[in-house]
Structure formats: structure tokens, C-alpha cells
């Protein structure tokens, strides 16, 4: 007995250190997926969905751990008053954040559209944890810098978490409307009869009923064939008429009006388009975002996050607008590696490919601000099974993949309730968060896909350089200060859009390190053609620097130097030499 218990005893303690020396190597490296911290500071389940302050927690975790990189901010106060949290990603320690190229990132303008939040976020998360680990991600966050904020609906977002909707409500925000013009505010909207958080369908048994049971998939409701007797009749989404107008759910915060309806770019009045609001920028939200890029002219590119199709949208998003064949051909480059990145999507023009859009998000930033700007709708069928689905109606689809992939989870079962109107009536249906949100598997890889290509954009956004500077002397003291300016990327420091309405400042190039006699803009290099700017010549005004493009310009100097040259660019940055 006494050797069995020193036996056990050997084995157990041999097991013990085998654990611990594994454990050990755990915690202090693994073998790392590509694409993907090993050993993460801020531990964040990308599988999810998360509410305000966990948005705001998740940004303050970043800052704490990665304060050379990090800092949370808000740019304003929604209507309800919660913070428009702002994550603000670049190399603190690199340059001033504010002089660098920058990219501005939002997401669930509208608020049932949710995943956008988390693709924002993990964007930042990425771009902190794989700092000091991917030299590519280094040289991006020395030269750019990502203004981030999740969600610019956070209540709407709060609403459609917490209170009874369905896929498709809230789309606005919270503010109060009239939505059915009675003279009362919100007094009929949904109501969940089952208490379960989801605003599905109601139907009732009637033999005269146009409805059927599909064969299919019991939980789906089909139209009778025009021969057949019928079961059921549909009674719309759950509520009853709270109002005693003989409507149900007419009023309510779901669709009376559109954030992405708010923008002083082609806006119109309601009558015109839908969700127009009172005004542009009536919505705070709106107003907040609008301040914050308009004092940031250094915004090179901008992605919004929509959902769902599966499109990279640019605008216009009215037939009137026609982007500047100059602009058109960046957007075209950067839609077609899209299109790579993101397999299933499809690069498209608003108005042509999709509907009209009065005052939308998209055509400010590029119509109001010169900025290229893009719009992903994230998630398509095609991520369902991996290929196109045929003519069959998408919601067959969807019912398929949840009996194959979610077991049943998506989908609530026909059950009884008792209705204050219609007496017994039965509930049942697709949950909010399915069809809307991308299920929990999947959302992992289309935050990184999405990202992968926001951050292409940032990478091709204008970078200047001070390519080559050279001199001769001239004699009696005076020399010649020939400088070559280049842009390394492929979208200009200014696009046409941004010439043509006087947006952002020139470029400046200045000179240091003697008097200045005169200063020239060079047409042309070879043949020695030049122009000369008479006015402050110690600081050329260069227009636009093309992509892939040089500017080149020349001082004479009174003295032997050392000179130093420097460019700064609103959009491109700066650079000496």
C-alpha cells in the first residue's frame, strides 16, 4: 500500500510538472494562426455583438494597453446623450497623428444594421495587437492615421438590442416622430405578445385564408396555388392597434426617418425622398460627424458600413452627379481589388446598380468633401453555402442554412398567444438578429475580409516624399534649388472633385536655409519651362500631385545652403529633406 501511494504520488506530481511546463508554453507562445494575434493584450470575442458601453470598454482596454497607438474619444452626444465613441489609431510616437494621411471608418448609420459596429472595431483591434508584430502594419500606422468610430447610431443600436424589433426596425435612430401625421407622437408601434424580444409574424387558422404551411419547411408561410383552399390568414407583424385608428403598428421610431437621408450633398424634402427628416443635419448624430470631418481636412478616404448584399458601393447616389472621369479611375482601381478581397461581393455604382439616394453619407464626403469614399454592404447569400444562390426566394435559403448549419437556432416555432384584438392567434418567425447580422461563425471573417480592404484604401491614399532634391551654383553667391516631389500611392493629393470646388488647400513646398530670390512651379523639367510664382515664393502652391505622380519645383537662393526642402500635404502628409 505504502509503494502503490508513492507510486500514485510520483505519477500525479510527473503529471503535474508535464502540465505546467505545457501550460507554460502555452502562455508564453503558440504556434500562431496567420492573420491573427497568438497572445492578444485585449482578449475580444469577435463572435458577437456588443452594446454601447461595451464599445466604449473595448476602446478603453485598447488605449490601456496600447497607448503609443490608442486613444478613445468622442466626437459628440447622440440624441439620448451617449457618447460617439471615436477609436483613433495610428503611431503616436511617429509624427503629429493629425498631419498623416487619414482614413475615417463609421459603421450602423442605421440601426438595425449592426455589424458594421464590429467590423469598425475589430479594425482597430487588428491594427493595435498586430503593431511590432507585422512590419507592414508598422510603416501603415507610421504614415496614417484611422479615425474609427463603431456606431454613429448608438441608440438606435441600443434599441434594436434591447427592445422588441424585427430585422428591420429601427432603422432610424430614436428621435421622436410622427410617423402617420395623427398629431401624436410614437403611439403605435410594436408590440412583442410573446415577450421574447423578436417582433415576428402573427397568423390565425381560417379555412378562407389565401395561406398555406409549405412542405418545405413547416415554419414557412407560402401563398395558396390559385386552385388550392387556403389555412391561414397572415395578420402582419406582431402588435395590435394601440390607437384605436384601425391600423396596427403604423407609428413608432422604425422607419420615420433615415440617418443616411440627413447629408447637405443633392438632399431633398421628404416628398421627394423618403426619410428625408425636417432638414439636413436635423439629427445630431449627423451634425457630429460632419463637424469632425470637416476639421479634419487631412481625411484621404473614407468607408462607411452598411449591411447587407454584398456590394462595395461608390456613388453617386443620384443620376444628376457624375464623379470626375479622373476620380472614377482610382475608385475603379480600388473596387476591382475589392472584389478580390472580398469573394461574393460586387463593386457597384448607388444609383445605376442599386437605388436612388437623396442626401446620402457617401456623396457628402466625396460631393461636399473631395474625399474617395466607399460603402460596404457587408454580407451576402453567397457566405450561406459558399456559391450563388439560384432563383429560388432568398428565404429558403436562409431557412435551409438555419436547419443545417445553426440547428433551428434563427427561427422562432408557431406559438399560441393570446392577442388583446384578435383573440388566439399564433407567433412565429425569423429572429431579429438573423438575415441582418451576420451569424457568429462567420462574422470573424468578414470583419477581416472588410477590413483587409479598408486598409488597402488607407495604404493607397496620397503619401508624399521629397524624391530628390538638387543644386547649382549660379554665381555671385546665388544658387539654383531644383526639388522633385513624388507621391508614391495611387490616389492624388487632391481629386478633381477637390479642385474644381476649391476644397483643401495646395500642397506646400518650402524652402529653408537662405534668402529666397524667386520661386517657380516646373512644367516641364527637360525642356526648362517654368512659372513663377511671385507672390511668397519661399512656398510653392502645387495644385495636385497625381497618383503615382512628381511635381517638381525650383528656387533661386542667396546662399550655398545646406537647404532644406519640405512638403506638406492637407490629404498626402509630410516629409523634409
Request: with cysteine; proline share 6%; hydrophobic share 35%.
Amino acid at each position: 500500500m505504502q509503494t502503490q501511494r508513492k507510486v500514485f504520488s510520483g505519477a500525479i506530481g510527473f503529471l503535474m510538472t508535464f502540465l505546467g511546463g505545457s501550460a507554460g508554453l502555452q502562455a508564453q507562445g503558440v504556434l500562431a494562426a496567420m492573420g491573427s494575434p497568438p497572445n492578444p493584450r485585449v482578449e475580444v470575442s469577435w463572435d458577437r455583438y456588443y452594446d454601447h458601453a461595451s464599445i466604449g470598454d473595448i476602446g478603453r482596454r485598447l488605449e490601456q494597453a496600447y497607448p503609443d497607438r490608442c486613444r478613445l474619444s468622442s466626437i459628440g452626444d447622440s440624441y439620448q446623450g451617449r457618447e460617439l465613441w471615436m477609436i483613433t489609431v495610428t503611431n503616436f510616437d511617429h509624427g503629429e497623428a493629425d498631419q498623416k494621411s487619414g482614413m475615417y471608418i463609421d459603421g450602423n448609420i442605421h440601426a438595425n444594421e449592426i455589424q458594421g459596429t464590429e467590423v469598425s472595431l475589430y479594425t482597430a483591434w487588428y491594427l493595435c495587437e498586430m503593431a511590432d508584430r507585422v512590419p507592414w502594419v508598422d510603416s501603415l500606422l507610421d504614415e496614417r492615421v484611422f479615425y474609427i468610430v463603431p456606431s454613429i447610431n448608438p441608440d438606435g443600436r441600443e434599441s434594436f438590442m434591447y427592445e422588441g424589433n424585427n430585422q428591420h426596425s429601427p432603422r432610424s435612430g430614436v428621435v421622436p416622430r410622427d410617423s402617420d401625421g395623427d398629431g401624436t407622437v410614437d403611439e403605435d408601434g410594436y408590440d412583442d405578445l410573446n415577450g421574447d424580444g423578436h417582433i415576428t409574424q402573427m397568423r390565425v387558422r381560417n379555412p378562407n385564408g389565401r395561406w398555406i404551411v409549405s412542405p418545405e419547411d413547416s415554419r414557412i408561410m407560402i401563398r395558396a396555388a390559385i386552385d388550392q383552399p387556403g389555412e391561414y390568414d397572415m395578420l402582419g407583424s406582431e402588435g395590435w392597434d394601440n390607437d384605436g385608428d384601425g391600423r396596427v403598428n403604423e407609428d413608432g421610431v422604425a422607419f420615420s426617418y433615415d440617418p443616411n437621408r440627413n447629408w447637405p450633398w443633392r438632399w431633398q424634402p421628404r416628398y421627394v425622398q423618403g426619410g428625408a427628416d425636417y432638414y439636413p443635419t436635423s439629427l445630431p448624430e449627423t451634425r457630429a460627424v460632419i463637424d469632425f470631418i470637416v476639421a479634419h481636412p487631412n481625411i484621404a478616404g473614407v468607408q462607411t458600413y452598411h449591411n447587407s448584399g454584398g456590394m462595395i458601393l461608390r456613388g453617386p447616389g443620384v443620376p444628376r452627379d457624375q464623379y470626375r472621369p479622373q476620380d472614377v479611375r482610382v475608385y475603379d482601381a480600388l473596387g476591382a481589388v475589392g472584389e478580390e478581397i472580398l469573394p461574393g461581393y460586387r463593386y457597384m455604382v448607388v444609383w445605376s446598380d442599386l437605388y436612388t439616394v437623396w442626401g446620402g453619407e457617401l456623396d457628402w464626403t466625396y460631393g461636399g468633401r473631395g474625399i474617395i469614399s466607399y460603402s460596404n454592404e457587408l454580407f451576402t447569400p453567397f457566405k450561406y453555402f459558399e456559391e450563388a444562390p439560384e432563383q429560388e426566394r432568398y428565404d429558403r435559403v436562409e431557412y435551409r442554412f438555419d436547419r443545417l448549419l445553426l440547428m433551428n437556432e434563427a427561427v422562432v416555432p408557431w406559438t399560441e398567444v393570446q392577442h388583446p384584438q384578435f383573440g388566439t392567434v399564433e407567433v412565429g418567425g425569423v429572429k431579429k438578429q438573423y438575415t441582418r447580422a451576420i451569424p457568429g461563425f462567420l462574422l470573424p471573417a468578414e470583419a477581416h475580409r472588410n477590413m483587409a480592404f479598408t486598409l488597402y484604401q488607407a495604404h493607397q491614399m496620397p503619401l508624399v516624399k521629397v524624391d530628390t532634391v538638387m543644386t547649382r551654383s549660379l554665381g555671385n553667391g546665388l544658387t539654383e534649388v531644383t526639388a522633385v516631389i513624388a507621391n508614391r500611392r495611387i490616389t492624388p493629393t487632391h481629386t478633381q472633385q477637390d479642385i474644381e470646388n476649391h476644397i483643401t488647400r495646395p500642397d506646400w513646398v518650402s524652402i529653408e536655409g537662405g534668402q529666397v530670390i524667386a520661386g517657380f512651379v516646373v512644367d516641364n523639367l527637360r525642356m526648362g519651362l517654368a512659372t513663377e510664382q511671385e507672390r511668397n515664393p519661399q512656398r510653392i502652391n502645387i495644385r495636385n500631385i497625381g497618383g503615382m505622380g512628381t511635381a517638381t519645383v525650383r528656387w533661386v537662393m542667396r546662399g550655398n545652403g545646406p537647404f532644406t526642402v519640405t512638403v506638406d500635404s492637407r490629404k498626402g502628409g509630410v516629409d523634409s529633406k
